[in-house]
């Protein structure tokens, strides 16, 4: 994400190699990111319901992963 941030998503192309070099992340990888950078995250739905159950109540903060399994419903 820096390396997108810093060459305006790719277009200062002089700069990627400097910035893939100095990072140790390859060319390849930092151009993948680019094109799954805009695609939705596919927990998002799950991500939502956890933040709602988290902020219904105060007591809710301090649920961990079984509990929260169990308040959520998710079948197996």
């Known amino acids: 994400m820096y390396i997108a941030i810093?060459?305006?998503?790719?277009?200062?192309i002089g700069k990627i190699s400097f910035y893939c070099n100095t990072l140790q992340v390859s060319r390849q990888a930092f151009?993948?990111?680019?094109?799954?950078?805009k695609k939705p995250w596919k927990y998002q739905p799950l991500a939502d319901a956890m933040l709602k159950l988290?902020?219904?109540d105060e007591e809710n903060a301090n649920y961990g992963r079984i509990r929260m399994f169990q308040a959520l419903h998710i079948p197996l």
Request: no cysteine; net charge positive; aromatic share 12%.
């Open 54 to 56: 988290h902020a219904a």
């Open 6 to 12: 810093r060459t305006d998503d790719g277009r200062n």
């Open 31 to 37: 151009y993948d990111y680019l094109k799954r950078k």
